[in-house]
């Protein structure tokens, strides 16, 4: 049995304004791979037709956080913060 609960984001107000696009260019390996990993979840709840209406995945590593949510056109937007 899964069990859910509500969980309180670790990080205070909106982080939209500070955070940067994945460069492919620039970014280590491990960023770009977890920014595509987000970006595949985000796909695969949507697609299941049983998303929540707020939905964003974040996840942490040692140098950047990153954080993805579904845009009003049906893509994923995916942002990464330096810590």
Do not use: W
Not at 32 to 56: D, F, H, Q, T, Y
């Amino acid at each position: 049995m899964i069990r859910t609960q509500s969980i309180e984001p670790v990080y205070g107000g909106d982080m939209s304004d500070q955070g940067r696009e994945v460069d492919p260019f620039t970014d280590p390996e491990v960023v770009r791979l977890l920014a595509l990993n987000l970006e595949l979840a985000i796909k695969n709840l949507v697609g299941s037709k049983a998303a929540p209406e707020c939905l964003v995945l974040t996840a942490d590593i040692c140098t950047h956080r990153l954080m993805a949510m579904p845009t009003a056109d049906g893509d994923v937007k995916v942002l990464v913060f330096e810590l």
